[in-house]
């Protein structure tokens, strides 16, 4: 039934950000990972968060917090697609107008996943949300979804790399395929597997960001994947970067004799 209704909102809106494949991963992920925090950067209308809470249901527990302005919810092309939206629970969520968190909570209830996701209706600043207490123990999973330019890409990792769980993954959308950011993330995880940090993570910082981030660099080994899609459209990408503690075996793994 979960699974059901989780494709029936991809079907119907999982197109509009070519998310229709990554929901899928996702939600592979942290069935498999299972994560107690996972924060979205871009909730758009829901697809991903709604398969990521999925997950976290069927795994029994975890919260996934996810962030978004409204901004595309309310533009021009944001109306005409709920105007045109087809499947079980379109009737329901034109009746919303333009209410965004109201169409949220509707998504989200309907796929029965609502006691494992937050939606906030607020804009993105990535140092307040990484500082949230609710992240106090650490986050598990970052999945970017809403600018991924280069100056972006080291503002997230500046904020967010402290406030990591010890074996955690962040996720950038699209990255891997504009030239920039791509470079920007090489050079960047080159770094700090050489346990530096670039000049851009500290402008500006308290000596004690500045001596959390240090530990958590020595502390850590960073891996970056770029999954890319063979599909010939503007964003065909994801960069991953899985952190994990510096040791001789995986942490997580369990070995059989
Ligand atoms: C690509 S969509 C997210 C799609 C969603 N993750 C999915 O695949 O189902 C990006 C979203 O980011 C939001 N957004 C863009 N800039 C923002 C900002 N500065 N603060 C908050 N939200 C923003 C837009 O309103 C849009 O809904």
């Known amino acids: 039934m979960l699974l059901e209704k989780l494709s029936s909102l991809r079907e119907s809106m999982g197109w509009v950000y070519g998310s229709e494949d990554l929901c899928v991963l996702l939600y592979s992920l942290v069935k498999r990972t299972r994560p107690r925090i996972v924060v979205e950067l871009g909730t758009g209308f829901g697809v991903t968060a709604a398969w990521m809470a999925g997950a976290l249901r069927e795994n029994g527990s975890g919260v996934i917090h996810t962030y978004d302005n409204?901004?595309?919810?309310?533009s021009e092309p944001g109306i005409r697609?709920?105007?045109?939206?087809?499947?079980?629970?379109?009737?329901?969520?034109?009746?919303?107008?333009?209410?965004?968190?109201?169409?949220?909570?509707?998504v989200f209830q309907w796929a029965g996943v609502e006691n494992h996701v937050v939606a906030n209706w607020q804009e993105i600043?990535?140092?307040?949300?990484?500082?949230?207490?609710?992240?106090d123990g650490g986050i598990d999973m970052v999945f970017s979804d809403f600018n991924h330019s280069q100056d972006s890409i080291?503002?997230?990792?500046?904020?967010?790399?402290?406030?990591?769980?010890?074996?955690?993954?962040?996720f950038i959308d699209s990255a891997s395929t504009q030239r920039l950011s791509y470079l920007t993330l090489e050079a960047v995880v080159d770094a700090l597997n050489q346990n530096k940090i670039p000049r851009a993570f500290i402008k500006d910082r308290s000596e004690q960001d500045i001596d959390?981030?240090?530990r958590m660099v020595q502390r850590s080994r960073f891996r970056l994947m770029h999954l890319l899609?063979?599909?010939d459209r503007a964003q065909n990408?994801?960069?991953?970067?899985?952190?994990?503690?510096v040791d001789v075996i995986p942490t997580a793994a369990t070995f059989l004799h």
């Open 125 to 135: 600043g990535f140092a307040e949300i990484a500082q949230a207490p609710a992240f």
């Open 154 to 170: 080291q503002a997230l990792l500046a904020a967010f790399l402290p406030r990591m769980a010890e074996s955690a993954s962040i």
């Open 81 to 106: 697609f709920v105007e045109g939206l087809q499947g079980p629970l379109a009737d329901s969520l034109r009746e919303m107008g333009q209410d965004y968190p109201a169409f949220l909570q509707h």
């Open 229 to 231: 899609e063979a599909c």
């Open 70 to 74: 409204g901004s595309h919810f309310s």
């Open 212 to 214: 959390a981030l240090l």
């Open 237 to 245: 990408s994801t960069a991953w970067i899985s952190i994990e503690p």
